[in-house]
């Protein structure tokens, strides 16, 4: 790689953003005798890119529930573009090997929503007991939109300038952002000094070229 190359690289990190991805956190809702824990999902902090897990808890003898997910918001649970669980069951019976003695037993069962989740689903909970139907149940999950917004930039929605309020809340900085902006500056930096040193290197290479021409002459 020539000196003009890595000039033109460490420009790049200087000029570059950071950038922070969501990372996927898991919802776990629990299946118990009378009803789903919880049930209804509508807190904002669930958004695109988590997942459900559901787990059944319920320790009724010969008890089996199962999840169906209504995806195309149509009000019917059984289409082809559904998630449709197998009967969850409280325990699996495991082999000599402690694999599943059958594949098909599970305890619980898992929903991701991608990146273009966002909106309310109706979900169903069915409920048997020795393969009779006793119970069915049926909530929400909302599924809120991933925004992510720069440590220091203001968001959709907030007031700044010389009109706007001061807030308490705005004089403190999370952790991690003063971390995120402490790499940047530690970055900038390295990055200027790299360019002073190649600067230098360039001068005494042509320096001494020059020199080398002169002799020769």
């Not at 909530?139 to 700044?160: L, R």
Request: hydrophobic fraction near 35%; glycine fraction near 6%; include cysteine.
């Amino acid at each position: 790689m020539g000196l003009k190359s890595l000039v033109v690289l460490l420009c790049v990190l200087i000029l570059v953003p950071s950038a922070t991805a969501h990372e996927q956190e898991t919802l776990n809702v629990i299946l118990v005798e009378d009803e789903a824990r919880p049930g209804n999902v509508t807190d904002s902090a669930f958004v695109e890119g988590n997942s459900i897990v559901f787990r059944m808890r319920d320790n009724t003898e010969n008890s089996s529930m199962r999840v169906s997910i209504d995806n195309n918001q149509n009000g019917n649970f059984s289409d082809q573009s559904d998630n449709i669980s197998t009967w969850l069951t409280r325990t699996c019976e495991l082999d000599g090997n402690g694999s599943l003695a059958n594949d098909s037993c599970a305890v619980s069962y898992e929903r991701i929503f991608n990146s273009t989740s966002q909106g309310t689903y109706h979900y169903q909970i069915e409920r048997r007991i020795n393969d009779s139907l006793v119970d069915v149940w049926q909530y929400n999950i909302t599924v809120h939109p991933d925004i992510h917004s720069e440590p220091g930039q203001p968001s959709i929605g907030d007031c700044f300038g010389t009109n706007c309020a001061s807030d308490a809340s705005d004089e403190t900085q999370s952790d991690s952002g003063w971390d995120s902006r402490n790499t940047l500056i530690g970055v900038m930096i390295f990055a200027s000094f790299g360019v002073v040193v190649l600067t230098f290197s360039i001068r005494k290479e042509r320096l001494i070229r020059s020199s080398d021409s002169n002799e020769e002459e």
